[in-house]
C-alpha cells in the first residue's frame, strides 16, 4: 500500500534562507507524487507533481522537487524563503486505486 | 475559469443532526473526491464520483455518503453526526478519473458538531 512520509512537522527559517521539506513515499507501483500548499483557512493549492520523465520537477513561487526513486523520496525546495511562503505543505502520492494520500503535513514559518 | 467552489462556508450543527455539502467543480471536471481534515488524523480520502457514480470509496462508517449530479456537482451528505465529525471537508475535482490527474481543491465547509 502506499504511504507518504514528511518529515519534521513545523520547520522554520529565516528569510532568504534555503527551503528543505522532506518527503519520502512507499509505492510498489511507479508513484505520482504531489506537493500541496495550504495557507490558513484555504483549500489546497497545487505547487507540483511528478508523474513520469524529468526528474526534477519545477513549480509555482520558485519551488522545486526532486525526484529520487533510490531513496524513494520528493523533498521540496526553495532557494530562498519569502515570508508569504509561510503556510502547511503537504506531500501526496496517488495509489493504484487513485485515492490521494497524504502526508501529515509540515508547517512552514519564515522568520524576518 | 472558476475554481471550484464549496457551499457553505462554514456551518455549526448538533449530534445526532444531518448534514449535506455541496461542491460544485471546475467547468468541465468530470470527477469529485472529497477529503475530511481533521488536525488529529491530517487529511482522509472519503470518496470518489465520476460521471454520477463513485469509483472509490475510503475508510469511513455508512454515516458518510455522497452523490453526483448529471451537471457533475456533488454533495456529500452525513448523518447521525458526532462530536469527531468536527472538520474541515475538503472537495477536489479533475478532468478524469483522479488517478494520475491534477486535482484541484475547493476552499472547504468548515463543520463543527456541538
Known amino acids: 500500500a502506499q504511504s507518504v512520509t514528511q518529515l519534521g512537522s513545523h520547520v522554520s527559517v529565516s528569510e532568504g534562507a534555503l527551503v528543505l521539506l522532506r518527503c519520502n513515499y512507499s509505492s510498489s507501483v511507479p508513484p505520482y507524487l504531489f506537493w500541496y500548499v495550504q495557507y490558513p483557512n484555504q483549500g489546497l493549492q497545487l505547487l507540483l507533481k511528478y508523474t513520469t520523465g524529468a526528474t526534477l520537477v519545477k513549480g509555482i513561487n520558485g519551488f522545486e522537487a526532486e525526484f529520487k526513486k533510490s531513496e524513494t523520496s520528493f523533498h521540496l525546495t526553495k532557494p530562498s524563503a519569502h515570508m508569504s511562503d509561510a503556510a502547511e505543505y503537504f506531500c501526496?502520492?496517488?495509489?493504484?486505486?487513485?485515492?490521494?494520500?497524504f502526508g501529515q503535513g509540515t508547517e512552514l514559518s519564515v522568520k524576518p | 475559469k472558476a475554481g471550484v467552489t464549496q457551499t457553505p462556508r462554514y456551518l455549526i450543527k448538533t449530534r445526532g443532526q444531518q448534514v449535506t455539502l455541496s461542491c460544485s467543480p471546475i467547468s468541465g471536471h468530470r470527477s469529485v473526491s472529497w477529503y475530511q481534515q481533521t488536525p488529529g488524523q491530517g487529511l482522509q480520502f472519503l470518496f470518489e464520483?465520476?460521471?454520477?457514480?463513485?469509483?472509490n470509496k475510503g475508510n469511513f462508517p455508512g454515516r458518510f455518503s455522497g452523490r453526483q449530479f448529471s451537471n457533475s456537482r456533488s454533495e456529500m451528505n452525513v448523518s447521525t453526526l458526532e462530536l469527531g465529525d468536527s472538520a474541515l471537508y475538503l472537495c477536489?475535482?479533475?478532468?478524469?478519473?483522479?488517478?494520475?490527474?491534477?486535482?484541484?481543491f475547493g476552499p472547504g465547509t468548515r463543520l463543527l458538531v456541538l
Open positions: 501526496a502520492v496517488v495509489n493504484q486505486g487513485g485515492k490521494l494520500i
Open positions: 464520483y465520476f460521471s454520477e457514480t463513485q469509483r
Open positions: 477536489a475535482s479533475s478532468p478524469q478519473l483522479a488517478i494520475q490527474e491534477t486535482q484541484y
